[in-house]
């Protein structure tokens, strides 16, 4: 019997050439946890032994459960059979489910120079626009990141391509602009903790040094916090999380009875304050602001705090729909 909130959860599928860089992207982005813990994520080698297309794999099924397709492809490589290979697979897929979203993950671009970067990127681009054009499928939409597991650039792609399949995205930008807006916050992240991926974040510009800097603090806190800190530290709520007799395991919406009062600031040598604090068992909001902001710390903690009961509303709000689906569809 599957639990209904699983059943919710992102689906995710990797797809790529062997040794294109999936397994090794799966355990640096993951590493913390099984990546199904988090989210419902697969990996297949393409191709592989089997080829997905034959009559007797049911394309449906492949396809019409995923709510993304990543498809990784090596950089370093000649990429033509790859790229052959990324057309054949997106016709079949759209054709099944045209809502699934299409993320390319040009890879191992830490070896290129800038320049080359981009010109790669471009050449792909190219390439799979006119192959799709030549069989009318232009209006399928692909998106592109350029990745390398030994920078924060795959966390940043992970992000993006996991903010589109989480409904209540706008609830909570929303709720984090309001946040920044009345806090003097220049930007904030919402963290998933484990996986460091942002579910979510204000909508200022993100720039890359404002989030490697937030990402890194998470590393930092968990760290200190798995050796030095009290009980609730995130990972030992992650473990109880695994005993939990309710069911509701790597769900963010389960987190409403526990709460995390995990809290830290850094201040950074250049005026700025980094500053994290706990939302509930999976997440945390990391935020930068301008250290003269901070001095109104009072009115700070109590946004806070209205913002982690909404988030705790959100997440409930969600639950409680999932459970009634569950009764309704039992009858
Ligand atoms: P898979 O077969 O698609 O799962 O590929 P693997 O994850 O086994 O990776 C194949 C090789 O590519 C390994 O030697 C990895 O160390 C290497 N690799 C993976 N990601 C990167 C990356 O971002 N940059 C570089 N330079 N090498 C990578």
Redesign the pocket.
């Known amino acids: 019997p599957e639990d209904p909130i699983q059943d919710h959860r992102p689906r995710l599928l990797i797809m790529?050439q062997?040794?294109?860089?999936?397994?090794?992207?799966q355990k640096v982005v993951f590493h913390k946890m099984p990546a199904n813990e988090t989210l419902f994520l697969e990996i297949w080698?393409f191709p592989g032994q089997i080829n997905y297309f034959d009559s007797a794999y049911d394309s449906n099924m492949i396809f019409g459960d995923y709510g993304a397709l990543i498809f990784?492809i090596d950089a370093?490589d000649d990429y033509i059979e790859a790229l052959n290979r990324l057309h054949h697979t997106v016709t079949r897929a759209y054709k099944v489910n045209p809502d699934l979203s299409f993320e390319v993950f040009i890879?191992?671009v830490?070896?290129l120079s800038d320049e080359y970067k981009i010109d790669t990127q471009r050449d792909i681009q190219q390439r799979i626009t006119d192959e799709l054009a030549d069989y009318d499928m232009e209006h399928v939409h692909l998106n592109f990141y350029l990745?390398?597991?030994?920078d924060h650039s795959i966390f940043e792609a992970f992000s993006k391509v996991i903010q589109k399949l989480i409904p209540q995205l706008p609830t909570l930008e929303n709720l984090l602009n309001i946040l920044c807006a009345n806090s003097g916050i220049e930007k904030a992240f919402l963290f998933d903790v484990n996986s460091k991926i942002y579910i979510a974040t204000d909508s200022s510009p993100v720039d890359m040094q404002s989030y490697e800097i937030c990402s890194d603090m998470i590393d930092v806190i968990v760290d200190i916090s798995e050796i030095y800190g009290r009980t609730n530290s995130y990972r030992d709520d992650f473990d109880q999380s695994q005993t939990d007799t309710n069911g509701h395991t790597g769900d963010y919406g389960t987190t409403t009875e526990t709460a995390n009062d995990t809290s830290s600031l850094i201040k950074l040598n250049n005026g700025m304050i980094l500053c994290l604090r706990g939302v509930n068992r999976f997440l945390a909001l990391v935020c930068l602001l301008r250290s003269d902001n901070f001095e109104k710390h009072g009115l700070i903690d109590y946004n806070f705090q209205c913002f982690k009961e909404a988030i705790a509303d959100v997440f409930e709000l969600k639950r409680r729909n999932a459970e009634r689906m569950k009764h309704e569809r039992m009858g």
């Open positions: 790529g062997r040794r294109s860089g999936k397994s090794s992207i080698d990784v370093q890879h191992k830490d070896a990745t390398s597991i030994y």
